[in-house]
């Protein structure tokens, strides 16, 4: 067999430009991930108006505030692995599905318990739509670009975080709180037949469980935009692992330490984030701005991320991709002590959020990108999903436990001073990896 019939995935797709397919996957993940951050941050918008309209302490909403959260943990443990078996364009779609439905239903819960299991189940879909769609996109950009591209993929969550916020803003005194789940349901639901029809398989993972060249090639030709007819057996050539099953792949040799230092940046950096997104509009309210004025300001924080996720991926494909992260965690450590010291009323409100969601987003989405290229084909999926379940705890935490320092008395300031601490964590775990950079 000569080498013309023999391809190699991986280096075909590193040595071609993006064709405009390519850059059409990159669009299609884009929206998932937007649609994802609406729904992943839309309680955080509608919680003040659902605390006044029942009669809901902070600490008892709580509940409904982690559910999510949980869900996500799950989902992505579960749901995110099981595409190293299954697919990934199978999960994704079937992902995108569930949260539509669940979030839409969400609209109409009449009680606290219902709201909940369906806050519960819109996480379990929500967990497994983040990590797949890092993974196709992994899987058919070039290498030398990936970190910048996928980060660029990632700002759709902060875009679609802050987008549900100035939806909020709008809706919210006009058609009720129920208007705004009732959007965020909607448009994944919109979005499932175009990715049903445009959505492709990953190349490298058919090529991985032996599926037969017909189908990588017609795949393959379709993404690239080349005739591969010549070509009658696709290969992918890898690092081999010790294991063979995907899990036990992360703590096989070369990828345990990487992976502990990666759960334990993940689940810090959630932390700050979640507690800072989902309690900020209440604590704005209670600072006696209105619910849209707070909302607004809230979605500034992901406007930032989204710019900051931008500089952090390109950044990182030019530098040390876990020094560049480790500094933007250390950064944003600092820009919580500003904004702890700046005050709510401060005329300088805009300005510091916007910084602290560049540092902290910034380096959230930073370490989406980053997570893909840790992990060979076989458990790609299964690391990054991984890192984003066991990091989901941390979301769990901070959801839930705003409420309690909130009605413990704790005010604003105590509390973003204390989340500067979480984000110095982050910024040192992700440097445990720092020899270990590799790209796969």
Known sequence: MNQAAVLDVRAFINDRKMSAYQWLLVGLCFLIVAVDGMDVAIMGF??????????????????????????????????????????????????VLTFGLATLATAHAGNLQSMTALRFLTGLALGAAMPNA???????VPERIRSTVIAAMFTGFNLGSA??????????????WQSVLTFGGVLPLLLLP?????????ARYLVVRNAPAERVRRVLSRVSRSSLEQVQRFELQEAPVAAKQPLAVLFSRGYGVRTLCLWLTYFMGLLVIYLSTSWLPTMMKDAGLGIDRASTLTAMFQLGGTLGGLLVGVAMDRAGASRVISLSYLLGGGALLLFAMTGL?????????????????????GLNAYAPGCYPTIARATGVSWMLGVGRFGSILGSSIGGLLLSLGWGFQSIFLTLAVPASIAALAILGSRNRDTTV
Do not use: N
């Open 46 to 95: 509608v919680a003040p108006s659902i605390l006044a309209e029942w009669g809901i302490a902070k600490p008892a909403f709580g509940i409904v505030m982690g559910a999510a959260p949980i869900g996500l943990a799950i989902g992505a443990l579960l749901a995110g692995s099981s595409s190293d078996w299954f697919g990934r364009r199978k999960v994704l779609l079937g992902s």
């Open 134 to 140: 890092s993974t196709l996109m992994a899987e058919y």
């Open 163 to 176: 987008a549900i916020g100035f939806v909020a803003a709008y809706l919210t005194p006009r058609f009720g």
């Open 194 to 202: 175009v990715l049903f029809v445009l959505l492709p398989e990953s």
């Open 345 to 365: 009323t401060s005329p300088w409100i805009v300005p510091v959020i916007l910084l602290t969601g560049f540092c902290l987003s910034g380096a959230q989405t």
